[in-house]
């Protein structure tokens, strides 16, 4: 500014410029229910809404003790973190640009033995470097249900496909558990014709009676 009774004016204002990221994660379980001893799949839904790019952005999901997480099954830029103790899941997936959106995967193994329960899966992005200016929508968590299924199969065979009046016949019965969960209280039983009668059974591990025309 310049006046015939005055010399120029001039003045300067310095303003920082701060990156902002607004992160968001929604996290989606590949199904409501896991059968013990098989894999239980979750996908992290990971949205910078910007307006700055998200710098050095990590995704950490807290596993439950019941799911031990499968590295085979993840996406590789996740890896198990001992934190004093807490082991939890970082991924770090580097810059997330303004406006994009990038999915994580993240697996785990239930073992075969695990009783039915709900387990609670939890996670979080955040960028440590890029501010966050809304905190509320960077976590998200979801439940899962554990089940028991095994599926048996039995098979049964004869020593003879024709006998007699009076002869003996042995019959083998097989069963297995094709899993994937094991499977607890067992019975195998066996019906006996009316034309047959009960000698004996036996089994290197199991201990077998007639209960009523039943072998148990």
Same mark, same amino acid.
């Given at each position: 500014?310049? =006046? #015939?009774?005055? *010399?120029?004016? $001039?003045?300067?204002?310095?303003?920082? !410029? /701060?990156?902002? @990221?607004?992160? &968001?994660?929604?996290?989606?379980?590949? =199904? #409501?229910?896991? *059968?013990?001893? $098989?894999?239980?799949?979750?996908?992290? !839904? /990971?949205?910078? @809404?910007?307006? &700055?790019?998200?710098?050095?952005?990590?995704?950490?999901?807290?596993?439950?003790?019941?799911?031990?997480?499968?590295?085979?099954?993840?996406?590789?830029?996740?890896?198990?973190?001992?934190?004093?103790?807490?082991?939890?899941?970082s991924?770090?997936?580097?810059?997330?640009?303004?406006?994009?959106?990038?999915?994580?995967?993240?697996?785990?193994?239930?073992?075969?033995?695990?009783?039915?329960?709900t387990?609670?899966?939890?996670?979080?992005?955040?960028?440590?470097?890029?501010?966050?200016?809304?905190?509320?929508?960077?976590?998200?968590?979801?439940?899962?249900?554990?089940?028991?299924?095994?599926?048996?199969?039995?098979?049964?065979f004869?020593?003879?496909?024709?006998?007699?009046?009076?002869e003996?016949?042995?019959?083998?019965?097989?069963?297995?558990?094709?899993?994937?969960?094991?499977?607890?209280?067992?019975?195998?039983?066996?019906?006996?014709?009316?034309?047959?009668?009960?000698?004996?059974?036996?089994?290197?591990?199991?201990?077998?009676?007639?209960?009523?025309?039943?072998?148990?």
């Amino acid at each position: 500014v310049s =006046s #015939p009774i005055s *010399a120029d004016v $001039s003045d300067s204002v310095t303003q920082d !410029v /701060v990156p902002t @990221a607004d992160l &968001s994660l929604t996290k989606l379980a590949d =199904s #409501p229910a896991v *059968a013990a001893g $098989s894999t239980a799949g979750f996908s992290l !839904v /990971v949205t910078n @809404a910007g307006p &700055s790019d998200a710098v050095q952005t990590e995704v950490g999901d807290l596993l439950p003790p019941e799911i031990t997480f499968d590295a085979a099954s993840s996406d590789p830029s996740c890896t198990p973190i001992d934190a004093d103790g807490v082991v939890y899941v970082s991924c770090q997936i580097g810059t997330l640009a303004a406006g994009e959106t990038r999915t994580i995967r993240v697996a785990g193994s239930v073992r075969s033995d695990q009783a039915p329960t709900t387990v609670v899966n939890f996670a979080a992005a955040l960028s440590p470097v890029t501010a966050e200016p809304t905190l509320g929508d960077n976590e998200d968590d979801v439940s899962v249900s554990i089940v028991q299924n095994a599926d048996l199969v039995v098979t049964k065979f004869a020593d003879t496909t024709s006998q007699a009046v009076g002869e003996r016949v042995t019959y083998t019965l097989t069963a297995t558990n094709a899993g994937p969960s094991d499977a607890a209280d067992v019975v195998l039983g066996d019906i006996l014709p009316p034309e047959v009668t009960f000698i004996e059974a036996t089994s290197p591990d199991l201990t077998c009676a007639l209960d009523g025309g039943i072998v148990l």
